[in-house]
């Protein structure tokens, strides 16, 4: 569910398991203060565009930046574009481990969810 203010959704929202995990490899990082998630997208991938994402404590001025599950959100100007109302979910079924994106945006995504246009 899209974290939202005032009716305007903010950005992307991840899920209690995706907080654990992003808590964790933070941990084996060495990270335990000020845990954050820098998501942004970049150029790539079989269907034009690719979601990369950095564990990290260091928030930049031009982030914008929601706070879930005690880890910071944040994502840069550029990116936020592509992923307002998008949640970050963590998957260990049987398909594979990882983070998944469900985002409203993309209009077309590989087979494999790494990529997408929109």
Sequence with gaps: ??????????GVSISEKAAEKIRYFAEKDG??????LRVAVKGGGCSGLTYDLVITDKELETDKIVEQYGVKVMVDKKSYIYLVGTELDFSDGLNGKGFVFSNPNA???CGCGTSFSV
Excluded at 31 to 36: A, R, S, Y
């Design 1 to 10: 569910m899209a974290i939202t203010m005032d009716g305007v959704e903010l």
């Design 31 to 36: 990270i335990t203060d000020n845990v954050g």
């Design 107 to 109: 209009k077309k995504s």
